[in-house]
């Protein structure tokens, strides 16, 4: 009943930039939180970022001072701003959604993934 459609991936030499998108959709009330996770072979998941619906954010040390997450609630949406991109940041970048959404006659909450989109690194 929800979803998340991520959009952005791509192949880009080092230093440069893209920008992944999130939307989510469905019977949604709110949107309690949104993340980006990446998954690298060989590696763990690894929270790349994370803004709450006060506009908190967090990030992993590996990605401060080069990458921005934002969001546009009136569009349910999450953005990733990648600058000074760098090989070992290649991976499948994941959306993650905190969310409640509506299902008659309850409000439920619960935790939505996006199918993934593949960032490659390299010259």
């Known amino acids: 009943q929800v979803q998340l459609v991520e959009s952005g991936g791509g192949l880009v030499q ?9 939307a989510a959709s469905g019977s949604i009330f709110s949107i309690n939180a949104m993340a980006w996770y990446r998954l690298a072979p060989g590696k763990e998941r690894e929270l790349v970022a994370g803004i709450t619906s006060g506009d908190s954010t967090n990030y992993a040390d ?14 349910n949406t999450v953005y990733l701003q990648m600058n000074s991109l760098k090989p070992e ?3 499948n970048y994941y959306c993650n959604a905190d ?5 008659s006659p309850y409000y439920r909450r619960t935790e939505v993934w996006g199918q993934g ?7």
Do not use: E
């Open 99 to 103: 969310l409640t959404y509506y299902s």
């Open 62 to 75: 590996s990605v401060k001072g080069r990458f921005t997450i934002s969001r546009d609630n009136a569009k």
């Open 89 to 91: 940041d290649t991976a």
């Open 14 to 22: 080092p230093g440069g930039s893209l920008r992944l998108s999130c």
């Open 117 to 123: 989109t593949l960032v490659t690194v390299s010259s």
